[in-house]
Nanobody
Framework: QVQVVESGGGLVQAGGSLRLSCAAS????????MGWFRQAPGKEREFVAA????????RHADSVKGRFTISRDNTKNTVYLQMNSLKPEDTAVYYC????????????????????WGQGTQVTVSS
């Protein structure tokens, strides 16, 4: 049984930083392309960042480029989202997603193509 569990959310002031973690179990972590998405109240889920199996390829949404960084540690079965210079508009529930793939360079920004999802972690940025 595959489990994806996020942690690290919380309340932070504008300009502050948070690091989200996402641990996946029940599947070989190095076979997974990983992604982060977020959903604010009344809005659709949107792409934040993605990383390939081998972490050689990363992609970030334009809205977070230069402020957020996705990374992974395959020895710890964990993917991270370092969030700096946070803004009130970053407030949302952040979701981690996993996609089983044979391609070392595959990454994905389309939510329906992911196989597994975490339960989400709330990030609130106060002004």
């Amino acid at each position: 049984q595959v489990q994806v569990v996020e942690s690290g959310g919380g309340l932070v002031q504008a300009g502050g930083s948070l690091r989200l973690s996402c641990a996946a179990s029940g599947v070989t972590f190095s076979s997974l392309a990983m992604g982060w998405f977020r959903q604010a109240p009344g809005k659709e889920r949107e792409f934040v960042a993605a990383i390939s199996r081998s972490d050689s390829i990363t992609r970030h949404a334009d809205s977070v480029k230069g402020r957020f960084t996705i990374s992974r540690d395959n020895t710890k079965n964990t993917v991270y989202l370092q969030m700096n210079s946070l803004k009130p508009e970053d407030t949302a529930v952040y979701y981690c997603a996993a996609k089983v793939t044979a391609s070392r360079s595959y990454y994905e920004n389309f939510p329906p193509r992911y196989d597994y999802w975490g339960q989400g972690t709330q990030v609130t940025v106060s002004s």
